[in-house]
């Protein structure tokens, strides 16, 4: 037990506490004590058909890929911050038998519990080449109750018996798309058991994989269990047939659960108007390295320390209950003391909710306007009946006019509101008709006034010729990224080291001593794809670099500095001594620098320089 001790008075002011609580830190930070709060409970359930064991051109097979997978999962989940997630593994098609209630065909491997280096080396173990799974387990390809499956799984969940677990889902791997073409008893008893476990909050999450000789046809039995109600309604069905990178990509996508930041009326006019219910994603957050934690290591056993803080009055030497503690601000040369009752009152400004104002052209939305990253608005059927369907209305007339809603919202209680602007986004989906994005809003915190500086004075670019323009094209179009740049292909380096030496650490291995940096350019690839056009385009430049400084105006000779103002100084000394009749106090060099600047041949002596500058004058 370790504990931190603050001395202080009753010098705690206002600006200690911040006096804007609802910043992208605190969204982040909420959002990690929701991760940490809500725990997850996830059961894979892998077919172990003999199709499922075949293996494709480079050696892989579809089982051996799930397996890998879920020992990735899990090993994810020991070096994070979700290690109190539960995961299970199970079997489905095994000779051997292992499972709660006895049923045929059906082996648990691995009970809903949480995960451990024992549990991801046994599936390594499993994985591995010299592994012997049909004689270990058995295959068979007998039919087999679908619905027993099912009934397992809802077995195994109803042992995970935590409060805090909040999502339980089942990752059923296959490339079975009709398990019973002939008994239709048995499929409408797997339907029922099916629609049981979704009623019992139990999500099924489905990756298809497609056989060598057919694809996965999902009309042919789990379209009936796995149907979306509509646009808004989350895709059940994966299709990860290409490679263990896509079925590993897939699992890792659905993987974490999708848990709102804040969940909030959404008033589409003023008053008693219509007012549908929302809630709040967290797009983008940076991903950093989890918190070091404190170590107790002289007791029987080691413990992890807690940290706790008390307050300390500096006069009294007495602790500080949260009552005792005041806030102030000067005012007059005076401290204006409130409670924290007081300080959250006047941080109360309206109810919480977003609240309609009107819209605008899309046109109006500048990109400098992004003052934090982007919020995603999804309807929430929970507290209004319909709001899905006024949602998806919203949605489609906005696209369909090219408008951006702007909104007043206030996320929670006590915080301060902000003005947002709400931009309609359709569904995207990939050339295999899987989900990238999903509908929604994205919501855009605007700046006040006073966040918008102006930009400092830039100089004016003299645009490249159209030549050097011509020799520039094909580099740039050689050197695009196929899909657009993704950000998810170029892992930040450091972490990826990060959590590579944690897992060789678990696992015991020697750490790997080379480091694969993404981010690094591909050299070798861009000197393939335009390494003439780059030679070609440089001697262009050196040319045009040359031809522009041949070109350049040549300038008269110009007469030294020091002469020149030497002449014009001294002309301006003797024009003024002439003026005023004093030339007899020149010197003679004075006279005959004048007279020399003038063309004139000088004389030897001062008299005759002055009868010759006074010629001159004269002639003027």
């Known amino acids: 037990m370790s504990s931190s001790t603050t001395m202080s008075s009753w010098s705690s002011t206002i600006d200690d506490q911040g006096d804007n609580l609802d910043t992208e830190e605190d969204f982040e930070a909420e959002e990690n004590n929701i991760t940490k709060g809500n725990r997850d409970a996830v059961l894979f359930v892998i077919d172990c058909s003999t199709s499922m064991m075949n293996k494709d051109e480079n050696g892989d097979s579809a089982f051996h890929s799930a397996i890998q997978c879920a020992s990735s999962i899990m090993m994810n989940k020991i070096i994070s911050e979700n ?34 280096i024992h549990r991801v080396m046994e599936l390594n173990n499993i994985a591995s080449e010299e592994f012997d799974f049909k004689q270990e387990y058995g295959i068979t390809d007998e039919q087999y109750p679908l619905g027993d499956v099912f009934w397992v799984c809802s077995e195994l969940f109803n042992s995970v018996t ?73 895709s059940t069905h994966i299709n990860a047939s290409k490679s263990f990178e896509t079925l590993n990509s897939r699992i890792l996508s659905k993987e974490s659960p999708k848990r709102s930041i804040f969940s909030i009326p959404f008033h589409l006019f003023e008053g008693e108007g219509m007012t549908i219910g929302v809630k709040g994603y967290s797009l983008v957050q940076e991903r950093k390295k989890p918190n070091y934690k404190w170590v107790h290591m002289r007791g029987e056993t080691t413990r992890i320390a807690e940290s706790k803080t008390k307050w300390i009055c500096a006069d009294t030497t007495q602790e500080l209950l949260p009552q005792d503690i005041k806030h102030y601000v000067h005012y007059g040369g005076e401290k204006i003391v409130f409670t924290t009752e007081e300080l959250q009152k006047i941080k109360e400004i309206g109810e919480k909710g977003i609240t309609l104002l009107g819209f605008k052209p899309e046109t109006s939305l500048k990109p400098h306007y992004n003052m934090e990253h982007p919020y995603f608005l999804y309807p929430d059927e929970e507290q209004y009946e319909g709001s899905r369907r006024t949602f998806a209305a919203l949605h489609q007339k906005m696209i369909e006019m090219k408008k951006v809603a702007i909104c007043v919202a206030n996320f929670r209680h006590g915080v301060l509101m902000k003005f947002v602007a709400l931009k309609a986004e359709p569904e995207v989906l990939d050339d295999e008709g899987q989900q990238i994005h999903p509908p929604g809003f994205y919501m855009f915190t605007l700046p006040f006034a006073d966040d918008l500086r102006p930009l400092p004075p830039h100089s004016t670019i003299t645009p490249a010729p159209e030549i050097m323009i011509d020799f520039t094209k094909p580099i740039i179009e050689k050197l695009q990224i196929k899909g657009g740049y993704n950000p998810i292909k170029f892992p930040n380096p450091t972490l990826a080291r990060f959590y590579d030496v944690l897992i060789d650490l678990a696992l015991d291995q020697d750490i790997k001593e080379e480091i694969q940096d993404e981010t690094l350019p591909k050299y070798g690839l861009i000197e393939k794809r ?15 670099a ?16 020091t002469s020149r ?45 002055i009868q010759q500058a006074n010629t001159y004058f004269a002639s003027k």
């Open 162 to 234: 935590s409060p805090t677990v909040r999502t339980k889902r089942i990752f059923l791997i296959t490339n079975e798309d009709n398990p019973h073409p002939t008994k239709p008893v048995l499929r409408s008893a797997a339907i029922t058991r099916a629609r049981d476990l979704i009623e019992s909050k139990i999500e099924i999450d489905l990756f298809s994989i497609d056989k060598p000789d057919s694809n996965f046809n999902l009309h042919s039995f789990y379209l009936e269990i796995l149907s979306k109600n509509d646009e808004f309604d989350d």
């Open 546 to 561: 040359s031809n522009l400084y041949t070109n350049l105006p040549s300038s008269p000779p110009r007469q030294s500095t």
């Open 83 to 116: 290690s109190s997630d539960f995961l299970g593994v199970m079997f489905i098609g095994t000779e051997k038998t292992q499972n709660p209630l006895d049923k045929k065909h059906i082996y648990v491997l691995q009970n809903m519990d949480l995960s451990d």
């Open 530 to 544: 335009v390494g003439e056009f780059v030679k070609i385009f440089n001697v262009e430049a050196n040319e045009q």
């Open 565 to 609: 103002s030497r002449g014009v100084k001294s002309q301006v000394d003797i024009s003024t001594l002439h003026s005023d009749n004093k030339l007899n106090k020149a010197t003679v060099a004075q006279l005959k620098e004048f007279l020399s600047g003038v063309g004139i041949k000088p004389a030897s002596k001062k008299d005759d320089l």
